[in-house]
């Protein structure tokens, strides 16, 4: 028996059925699960009863697990980040984004599974960056295909100490992760597409514009990718594990509650994003 797809939405996104995460080996089952993800950027399985080993186990099939690069102060094994909160807004998760762009090198993707839930809320939403791109004027992708961009770790980590989420020492991880240029516009290694690829958490200024002309067109393109047209919503259980590709989406969770929510995420090593060639 196959994989049942059931796409999410126009865009980005489709449910997945007929395989168990837990106990799946097959290569075979492996190479579909990553050809649909390649085709629909965000996997979404079902009735799942995973644990944080099985959880590790089945993402290794995609690659070596790229442990969190600063770790949250909420415990877990080490290739597990924990993210443990109760009032989340201005956190920045609520804001939309990729994951760790501030690395060299940042996930191919992360996988994640909620461990416990508010009674309401808590949705996350997720948006192709394919299609955010695509649908720029022509003279917008040009300009865009040939510029690099910072990604500073500095916001986030920030964030996460002030609000108990880390006990790192700014200064040591600043040391440790200095900032990083991306391409704007990167060609995804497996499809060869196109991605927008800045994030409002870790973008700071655009490589050879001047201050104002960065920030115009890092504020448009940070509300560019806002659009609904580029968007699935998923809202979760405790036996649901998404599987995004972190090269081509951004996400956004909903911070929408108040009581405890606990999500757990592996992530499973990338290369260096590669521009456009032009």
Not at 76 to 85: A, F, S, T
Not at 237 to 260: G, I, K, P, S
Request: proline share 6%; net charge negative.
């Amino acid at each position: 028996m196959g994989l049942s797809i059931k796409q999410l939405s126009a865009n980005v996104g489709a449910q997945i059925e007929g395989v168990d995460l837990a106990g799946e080996s097959d290569p075979s089952m492996i190479a579909a699960i990553r050809a649909a993800l390649l085709e629909h950027q965000v996997l979404v399985f079902r009735n799942q009863d995973l644990t944080p080993e099985s959880h590790i186990a089945f993402s290794k099939h995609f690659g070596e697990i790229k442990l969190p690069p600063v770790a949250t102060a909420h415990g877990g094994p080490p290739e597990i980040n924990v993210i443990d909160q109760t009032d989340p807004r201005g956190e920045g998760a609520d804001a939309w984004h990729a994951d760790n762009t501030y690395t060299p090198t940042p996930p191919m993707g992360s996988l994640l599974r909620v461990l416990q839930l508010p009674a309401v809320g808590g949705d996350t939403a997720f948006a192709s960056m394919y299609a955010a791109y695509e649908a720029l004027t022509p003279s917008i992708r040009s300009l865009c295909d040939g510029l690099a961009a910072v990604h500073d770790v500095t916001g986030s980590i920030t964030k996460a100490i002030a609000r108990g989420h880390s006990v790192a020492n700014l200064a040591d991880i600043q040391k440790k992760l200095p900032p990083v240029e991306h391409p704007v516009v990167i060609v995804h290694p497996e499809t060869g597409r196109r991605a927008l690829f800045v994030n409002v958490n870790s973008t700071t200024r655009l490589v050879g514009l001047s201050e104002a002309e960065s920030e115009m067109l890092l504020r448009f393109l940070f509300e560019h990718v806002k659009q609904p047209e580029f968007q699935a919503r998923v809202r979760w259980d405790t036996r649901t594990l998404v599987f995004l590709d972190n090269r081509c989406t951004q996400h956004y969770a909903v911070a929408d509650y108040r009581e405890r929510r606990i999500l757990h995420r592996v992530a499973v090593e990338g290369d260096r994003p590669v521009g456009v060639r032009v």
